[in-house]
């Protein structure tokens, strides 16, 4: 298994994980907030603003890996309202086009440093 904590143009862990774990053909995401990896804070306040911060960081850390959203296998998206489903959604269709990986969404309780969204990922490295 290999274990990857330093992929350019991705905020750095808020905790003691790595970004990222490869083992065989497939990588595991860690959750990514909306932290701006230009400013290491979460700038925007709506869950739209979030959302398109997460899937860009998510983006990027596939990006680093010569990867794309076409490569994700599943996702699993965390929400604090449930009510944001609506605005979240069109942008997450947006994000992988044709592409339909499997997906869940689990409302939640609260997410690191008061976000409103996470957003974790298996991806196909093969």
Known sequence: MELINNTPH???AVGPYSQAARSGHLMFCSGQIPIDPATGSIDATDVEGQAKQVLANIRALLAGHGRGME???KATVFLTDMAD?????????EAFGDHKPARSTIAVAALPLGAKIEIEVIVEMA
């Open 85 to 93: 489903f609506p605005k979240f959604n069109p942008l997450y269709a």
């Open 71 to 73: 490569h994700v296998v």
């Open 10 to 12: 991705v905020p750095t």
